[in-house]
């Protein structure tokens, strides 16, 4: 975590809780600029692409895991009669999925730094004083891989969440892709449905295989700068259909 001092107007936070998490004082800031609302549609369709396209990115890199992964998919959707679709009831069903899809949240949260705050009233945290007025980002993604909370925090393993109940939806601070508090994402519902569903069907019905001399190192998990965090080179597979 580090604060600049009383009299720069601008606060970062790398690591950390924001302060005002860490702190319990969400009453000292309020939303800044609404990048999101003025464009519903980037919010509802460039994330869901992007949710997409990390995890299935991190399952080609840990070939095991997409396995136990499709594996599950599969013998659920094909117990006695055969299904053609994952739908919602199913993914409920799912809960070696739903840890991917978690642990995909917690290394890739699509919008990284949220949408900023600012601090309306002067506030001293931790001996530090903060003026109102002050500029607050909270790192979603160094949230995600801070070593005091995760154990191995850069490697993909979803194990990890069979074994707590920390969820994704803003109320455990440690993870949160969809933000926090007051401002979090208010169509957090649509698109975890949305991301949930387009995926378990990807991965229910293809098989993904990377193209013809392309090499599991060759994939890379390079980002784009930006609002939301794109991929920086594309992914390229080959998708084989399993169950058309
Ligand atoms: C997987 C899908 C999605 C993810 C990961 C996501 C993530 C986020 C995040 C991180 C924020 C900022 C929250 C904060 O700063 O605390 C946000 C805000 C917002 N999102 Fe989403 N979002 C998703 C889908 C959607 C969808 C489907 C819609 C609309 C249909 C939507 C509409 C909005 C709006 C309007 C805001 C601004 C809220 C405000 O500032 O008060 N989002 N989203």
């Not at 993914?91 to 949408?115: D, N």
């Not at 005091?148 to 993909?156: C, G, I, L, R, S």
């Not at 194990?159 to 892709?177: A, W, Y």
Request: neutral net charge; contains cysteine; hydrophobic residues 40%.
């Amino acid at each position: 975590m580090s604060f600049k001092n009383k009299h720069t107007d601008c606060v970062l936070f790398c690591g950390q809780y924001c302060f005002t998490y860490a702190c319990g004082r969400e009453d000292l800031v309020t939303g800044w600029t609404n990048y999101f609302s003025g464009n519903i549609i980037a919010a509802g369709t460039d994330i869901t692409s992007i949710v997409l396209v990390w995890a299935l990115t991190a399952l080609v890199k840990n070939p095991l895991i997409m396995k136990k992964v499709q594996g599950e998919i599969r013998q659920y959707l094909l117990r006695g009669r055969k299904k053609d679709f994952v739908d919602e009831d199913d993914i409920a069903k799912l809960p070696y999925f739903r840890a991917v899809m978690k642990e995909s949240f917690r290394l890739y949260p699509p919008g990284p730094l949220l949408v900023p705050r600012e601090t309306i009233k002067k506030c001293l945290i931790y001996g530090y004083e903060i003026e109102a007025g002050t500029l607050v980002y909270f790192n979603a993604w160094a949230i995600g891989r801070d070593p005091a909370v995760w154990k191995n925090p850069n490697d993909f393993i979803p194990e990890r969440f069979l074994e707590n109940d920390i969820d994704v939806k803003g109320r455990n601070p440690e993870v949160i892709p969809f933000g926090i508090g007051r401002r979090q994402c208010p169509g957090m519902s649509l698109g975890l449905a949305k991301v949930e569903l387009a995926f378990a069907n990807l991965l229910y019905k293809f098989d993904w295989e990377l193209p013809l001399g392309m090499k599991e190192g060759d994939i890379d998990f390079d980002e784009l700068p930006g609002m939301t965090m794109h991929k920086k080179n594309a992914l390229c597979l080959v998708a084989k259909v399993v169950h058309g």
